[in-house]
């Protein structure tokens, strides 16, 4: 079972709309990463947060970790065709920065 | 600079064959990951390097399984006697290591099928 659950598992936009993805833990997060996955690309990494209540963004992007440092979301503003992949939330178990569990990844899919 | 590259972008081998995937990471990160990922799963670590030595290979699923980073840089994941099962994309992240947060950075991943 997946120690972090991502909700969607697949999402469909219209393209210009806003979507929430989330990620959460039933345990303490210490360190939540995002990434994006593209076919043949690889993990690109988005964002890191590592305080409660940290809020991060980059384009049309914004990430959030609660206070209880358990949920993460990520949202995006105004869909476009480039956003669309998988998104993978990792975090760090506390103890050291190596061996991130996932989650399953959400797939966004665009529509025109 | 050049991201974290890795070799071969698709390997097929049969059954029982023998498989050496290389990753070449972003050149003065120490540190150096091996995950391995299903189809529509997130990727499952595998091994850890800082520097030249494995500083935990508890993610390897057993013996067939060998990895190694001689100078401290290219690492090579080595599988034996490959299986079906071991058909998934094996990918290789590096990191810093001497900087908070320490984010991992990974390449395009090796697609390794095994018939």
């Known amino acids: 079972s997946q120690e972090l659950e991502q909700s969607p598992q697949s999402l469909i936009v219209q393209e210009g709309k806003n979507l929430t993805i989330n990620c959460t833990s039933s345990?303490?997060?210490?360190?939540l990463y995002w990434y994006k996955q593209k076919y043949g690309e690889g993990l690109i990494f988005l964002m890191m947060?590592?305080?409660g209540g940290e809020e991060k963004s980059h384009e049309k992007i914004t990430a959030k970790l609660d206070e209880k440092k358990q949920q993460s979301s990520l949202h995006i503003t105004a869909s476009q065709p480039s956003h669309a992949g998988i998104y993978l939330c990792?975090?760090?178990?506390?103890?050291?920065?190596?061996?991130?569990?996932w989650g399953a990844g959400t797939k966004l899919i665009i529509k025109p | 600079g050049a991201g974290v590259s890795q070799t071969p972008s698709n390997k097929v081998t049969e059954k029982g064959k023998y498989v050496e995937l290389r990753c070449d990471p972003i050149s003065g990160h120490t540190a150096l990951y091996w995950y391995r990922q299903s189809l529509g799963q997130g990727p499952e670590f595998l091994i850890y390097f800082q520097g030249t030595g494995a500083a935990d290979d508890s993610g390897l699923p057993n013996d067939r399984f060998f990895a190694v980073r001689p100078e401290g840089s290219v690492s090579t994941l080595k599988i034996q006697r490959t299986e079906r099962g071991d058909s998934a994309v094996y990918l290789c992240a590096s990191s810093n290591r001497g900087t908070s947060p320490d984010t991992q950075y990974f390449g395009p991943g090796t697609r390794l099928t095994v018939l």
């Open positions: 990792g975090a760090d178990r506390g103890r050291s920065n190596y061996q991130l569990i």
């Open positions: 345990k303490t997060l210490y360190g």
């Open positions: 947060l590592q305080k």
